[in-house]
């Protein structure tokens, strides 16, 4: 999958709501709790990629994805996937710069 740069400022709570089975008055909270989460995972992650340490790349955005994809942010998911299937693969010639940056700026647009 190509970096991708989505914009998840205008959420519809009322869709994602109905996406996941909950009630809408839910979302903000579980955005909230997903934000508060991502902050220390993309700090790690920040360091673990700057020593090429692949087991925290692997393990921070396997955590992401996963959550990324509860709330249904298809596209933050599959650049997590990227990320952890690359850090898996210890695959030195990846860009993981390049999608981590990817991924913080799509997660800076969410809003609780």
């Known amino acids: 999958m190509p970096v991708t740069h989505p914009d998840y400022s205008?959420?519809?709570f009322t869709e994602m709501a109905a996406a996941i089975g909950l009630k809408e008055k839910h979302m903000p909270m579980l955005i909230g709790s997903f934000l508060e989460e991502a902050k220390p995972l993309l700090s790690k992650m920040s360091e673990a990629i700057a020593v090429q340490d692949y087991a925290t790349i692997q393990s921070t955005a396997h955590?992401?994805?996963?959550?990324?994809g509860n709330l249904r942010f298809s596209e933050l998911q599959e650049m997590a996937r990227e990320l952890e299937l690359a850090a898996a693969n210890a695959e030195s010639s990846f860009d993981f710069t390049?999608?981590?940056?990817?991924?913080?700026?799509?997660?800076?647009?969410?809003?609780?």
């Open 63 to 68: 955590s992401i994805k996963g959550s990324a």
């Open 98 to 112: 390049i999608y981590f940056d990817a991924l913080n700026r799509a997660i800076s647009t969410i809003q609780a």
């Open 10 to 12: 205008n959420l519809n």
